[in-house]
Nanobody, 119 residues
């Protein structure tokens, strides 16, 4: 497993931008598929974006396509989520997750970072 620590959350107005970062411990970061999940109050946790081990393949939830970009820097053991054109419905706790194979049941989770978008 890897230890994950998120940062970069906060309060932003609708239409604004934020960049989340997730720093991972260990020497095997490049062996993990990485993803960002979010959970809004009263809702289930959902996968927002995922990135392959090399960074060459990404996928997004329909609700964030064209607005969010996931990326990773394997030299820095860090994965990012650039969020643009934020909407109030993006308000949630965002979690970084990692797994050696698939993100259907990640083996490692961060503690979460709050993102609040005001209208």
């Amino acid at each position: 497993q890897v230890q994950l620590v998120e940062s970069g959350g906060g309060l932003v107005q609708a239409g604004g931008s934020l960049r989340l970062s997730c720093a991972a411990s260990g020497r095997t970061f490049r062996s993990y598929v990485m993803g960002w999940f979010r959970q809004a109050p009263g809702k289930e946790r959902e996968l927002v974006a995922a990135i392959s081990r090399s960074g060459g393949s990404t996928s997004y939830a329909d609700s964030v396509k064209g607005r969010f970009t996931i990326s990773r820097d394997n030299a820095k053991n860090t994965v990012y989520l650039q969020m643009n054109s934020l909407k109030p419905e993006d308000t949630a706790v965002y979690y970084c997750a990692a797994d050696p194979k698939l993100l259907t049941s990640p083996s490692s989770w961060g503690q979460g970072t709050q993102v609040t978008v005001s209208s």
